[in-house]
């Protein structure tokens, strides 16, 4: 079965979990880039502003997801939601 582990990671813990189930399960792993800056004590204040009034954001990545049997997708939660509720899918 072909798998494929894509993560966000604004702080690198969501990181190194894909990076570790992608090692444990041989598959391969694509990081989802967020148009947004959210480095800093601005970028956390601003993550907790869009969670909160579920603010869509632009992402870029690079793998094909429907090349793969399995797709993993992790992610931070951000005031109670997966930062993936908004990923701006248009
Ligand atoms: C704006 C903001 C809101 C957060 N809200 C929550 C939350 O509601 N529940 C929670 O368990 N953690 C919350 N966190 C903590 C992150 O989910 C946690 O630190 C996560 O491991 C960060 O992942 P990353 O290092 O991959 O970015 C929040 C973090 C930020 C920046």
Redesign the pocket.
């Known amino acids: 079965m072909k798998t494929l582990v894509v993560?966000?990671?604004?702080?690198?813990?969501?990181?190194?979990?894909g990076e570790l189930i992608a090692q444990k399960l041989h598959a391969d792993i694509d990081e989802i880039i967020d148009q947004k800056s959210?480095s800093g004590i601005i970028?956390?204040?601003?993550?907790?502003?869009?969670?909160m009034k579920e603010y869509l954001t632009k992402i870029t990545f690079t793998k094909n997801p429907a090349d793969y049997d399995l797709v993993i997708v992790?992610?931070?939660?951000?005031?109670?939601?997966c930062?993936s509720d908004l990923f701006d899918r248009k």
């Open positions: 993560f966000y990671s604004r702080t690198g813990n969501t990181r190194r979990m959210r970028g956390w204040i601003l993550s907790g502003r869009d969670a992790g992610t931070p939660i951000w005031a109670g939601s930062f």
